[in-house]
């Protein structure tokens, strides 16, 4: 993008374009006509200014090898090139725009324009006004916000869950608080009868340190016999818990469908057809609207070069696309009836709706086959997942399996040496200390019992408060799941909202301009949105369409309503160009676009273009519109003219 010295005056320079050697002009901000009669160029210098802007619908001269356009305005100079290599025409430069798609649409209302055609002939409006909004990138938010939802409702739910589970850990507490405090009290009585029964008994210094020892000793081991006894419940519970995962993994890998390798191969290797069969008829779609544009420039009188993409080989292409039909090149000099012409571009446009559909058929499959390839591959990475967690327990089990057999070797040695130590205590005097043994053996298992449920205790205070922890997080997501909900609300309603706001922005604007323009017998012009079924694929599918409502007003002064084929060509051409201009405001184009392009408005009379120009030039910074000399008059002598020809 060249720098320039301007401000808002544009500045056009145009070469080897359309029907134009070369020709340069400027213009101010506001309405422009181009005049002259018809073969004049000015459909050519329109599709040039276009070009410059983004747009591809402008075509190298069919006998030059290279052309260029260049705009300056606002200080930047925007340029197309064109080029001829072996017969096809390559375009480059630095546009305006990136992408011209809502323009073409919206902005550059030329006779072929694709909105203007579809209201002349009561064509569905709803694909047009919905083309500009990415609705693909809505759907895969909304998909997106509702998986958020079902996981914070999730996390609700399980909150829900640990609220009870709480309760029952409160419980658990107190009882194990109560337990502790009573088994406390008990210990505390035994050690005291203990230490009486001690007392009573007489014996010498010696022997009684050695009975001490003997005593601590066995204590000793049975604290080593009941750890390890714990030890080996606790071993025993992680088995259990691994041999009921891993049955219930066996039975969901055995639920599991074999490897979908081939089915997959298979997909892949459709879905490769598929879309190249699609790129193949939108190639197709692309050259039948480059085919009928150069017939309507033609038509017109103002197109002299062939549609970009075309060769010299090509002169019957139009035949090839429709075998059966007999299409005269308009290279050859035959003469032909103008309507003769007009019916094969209507077969062209039928045949274009017949792809435009084949593609939509096509698009369907790919996307069943795109969600099938989906699932199987999901399932193909669960079944690995469960075959590798199987291994996983399997490794698991056998390492907790040779720890349940050490644990219960060692427990049998520690239950002899327990038994040893015993008999040994008893042996030394068995008639005066039997009873000291088996009252240390009580108070022995009254700690080992107090220290277990002083554990359990710890235990359970510890889940309290990670539940605690939990719960305190249920104000932070019930505050998200509000918001992912008005979210996934304002998501769901958007297209519609779009929808409504086109309707009422076209509506609006028709009543504008039908008072403007003062049309007798048409009381009113609107859109109204409506659903019906159809088939999308091998889907039934229920779509929203936008039907064209028109009201008359009788000589009696009463309303009926009518169909938009009963309108008069002159009335049809309003009712487009103004859904067109609706479109315009409607998507903000003015914020992007600040071109408005103008042709084919032969069929209004001159009085009404003047007011029809009028209220365009309210709604846009540039307004060209190429004119015959006798509709020009109409137009207000302060618009600037350019006299093209």
């Known amino acids: 993008m060249d720098t320039v010295e301007s401000a808002e005056v544009v500045e056009a320079d145009v070469r080897n374009v359309g029907g134009i050697d070369r020709t340069r002009c400027t213009f101010e901000p506001g309405v422009t006509v181009l005049t002259g009669e018809n073969a004049t160029n000015r459909t050519s210098f329109l599709t040039s200014l276009m070009a410059a802007l983004g747009s591809d619908r402008a075509t190298l001269k069919s006998d030059a090898d290279e052309g260029e356009v260049r705009l300056s305005f606002d200080g930047e100079t925007y340029t197309r090139t064109f080029e001829r290599t072996d017969g096809r025409v390559s375009t480059g430069g630095d ?31 709803r694909e047009l006004v919905m083309r500009p909004v990415d609705t693909d990138a809505i759907r895969a938010e909304i998909d997106r916000l509702e ?20 309760a029952d850990l409160v419980d658990e507490r107190t009882r194990l608080a109560n337990e502790i405090e009573d088994a406390e009290a008990d ?56 041999h009921e995962e891993r049955a219930e993994l066996k039975e969901r890998r055995e639920e599991l469908p074999d490897d979908p390798g081939g089915r997959l191969d298979e997909i892949e290797s459709e879905l490769d057809r598929l879309r ?21 420039s033609m038509i017109e009188g103002d197109g002299e070069a062939p549609v970009e993409g075309l060769t010299e080989r090509d002169d019957d292409v139009t035949a090839q696309l429709l075998p059966d039909d007999e299409v005269v090149c308009w290279t050859c000099g035959s003469e032909v009836e103008e309507s003769a012409i007009e019916g094969t571009l209507d077969r062209l446009r039928d045949l274009r709706q017949e792809t435009v559909s084949k593609r939509r058929e096509v698009s369907a499959e790919i996307d069943d086959l795109s969600e099938e390839k989906g699932d199987l591959e999901s399932t193909r990475e669960e079944r ?14 056998e390492r907790r399996t040779g720890n349940v057999e050490e644990l219960e070797s060692s427990i049998d040695d520690l239950e002899a040496r327990v038994e040893d130590l015993e008999d040994t205590v008893r042996e030394r005097d068995e008639r005066e200390y039997e009873e000291v043994v088996e009252r240390h053996r009580a108070v022995n298992e009254l700690e080992f019992e107090i220290e277990s449920l002083r554990e359990d205790l710890d235990a359970v205070e510890d889940e309290i408060a990670e539940v605690d922890t939990r719960l305190d997080e249920r104000e932070e997501i019930e505050a998200r799941r509000e918001s992912v909900d008005e979210e996934l609300r304002d998501q769901r309603t958007r297209i519609e909202r779009l929808e409504a706001e086109m309707v009422e922005t076209f509506n609006d604007r028709m009543a504008e301009v039908l008072s403007l323009l003062d049309y007798d017998g048409i009381d009113r012009i609107w859109l109204e949105p409506r659903e019906q079924e159809a088939r999308d694929g091998r889907r039934n599918v229920t779509e929203r369409v936008f039907d064209l409502h028109i009201v008359r007003r009788g000589d009696d002064g009463g309303v009926y309503e009518d169909a938009i084929e009963t309108l008069s060509e002159s009335e049809r051409e309003v009712a487009g160009l103004v859904f067109a201009l609706a479109g315009y405001l409607a998507h903000d184009l003015d914020e992007t676009v600040p071109f408005v392009v103008l042709d084919s408005l032969e069929a209004i009379d001159a009085d009404r273009i003047g007011r029809l120009l009028e ?8 307004l060209v519109v190429a004119l015959l000399d006798g509709d020009a008059q109409a137009v207000d002598d302060r618009h600037e003219r350019i006299r093209m020809g």
């Not at 725009?97 to 073409?104: F, G, P, Q």
């Not at 001490?212 to 604290?223: I, N």
């Not at 209220?615 to 910074?621: E, G, K, L």
């Open 95 to 125: 546009p305006y725009l990136e992408d011209a798609t809502v323009a073409d649409l919206f902005a550059f209302l030329l006779e072929s324009n694709e909105a203007r055609r579809a209201v002349r002939s009561g064509s569905d409006l």
């Open 147 to 166: 998986e958020e939802k079902r996981r914070l409702d999730d996390e609700l739910a399980d909150l829900d869950d640990l609220e009870a589970e709480r």
């Open 187 to 242: 210990l505390e009585e035994r050690r005291a009868e203990l230490a009486e029964l001690d007392a009573s008994v007489e014996e010498s210094k010696s022997h009684r340190e050695r009975r001490q020892e003997d005593l601590s000793e066995l204590e000793s081991a049975r604290e080593d016999l009941e750890r390890t006894r714990r030890q080996l419940e606790t071993e025993r519970e992680s088995l259990d818990s691994l």
């Open 276 to 296: 190249e069969h699609k790129n193949s008829l939108e190639s197709t779609i692309n050259q039948l609207g480059r085919i009928v544009q150069f017939n309507e």
């Open 384 to 397: 690995e997942r469960v075959d590798r967690r199987l291994s996983e327990l399997d490794d698991e089990i």
């Open 615 to 622: 209220y365009f030039a309210d709604h846009t910074r540039y």
